[in-house]
């Protein structure tokens, strides 16, 4: 199964890896990486609990997302 998840890197460095959803779930780490598998170990676990709640996991996450830059007054 293949998720599309979003990669942000920080100003002191590190870098946070996002799913958003129904569920969103956050991982992250010094390295891009590292914070990619952050991810993968939350997606996994949060798989593991729906399962045991009879849910399909894999409907869980959209596939169909568009990341859009917006404007705000500083």
């Known amino acids: 199964m293949v998720i599309t998840a ?17 569920h969103s779930v956050l991982g992250t780490g ?5 914070a990619v598998e952050d991810l993968r170990r939350g997606v996994t676990g949060l798989m593991e609990y729906l ?3 009879g849910g399909d996991p894999a409907a869980t996450f959209h596939q169909n997302i568009e990341l859009v830059n917006i404007e705000i007054a500083a």
């Open 6 to 22: 979003m990669l942000e890197q920080a100003g002191d460095g590190t870098w946070t890896a996002a799913i958003v959803g129904e």
């Open 30 to 34: 010094q390295t891009k990486e590292s």
């Open 51 to 53: 399962k045991t709640k």
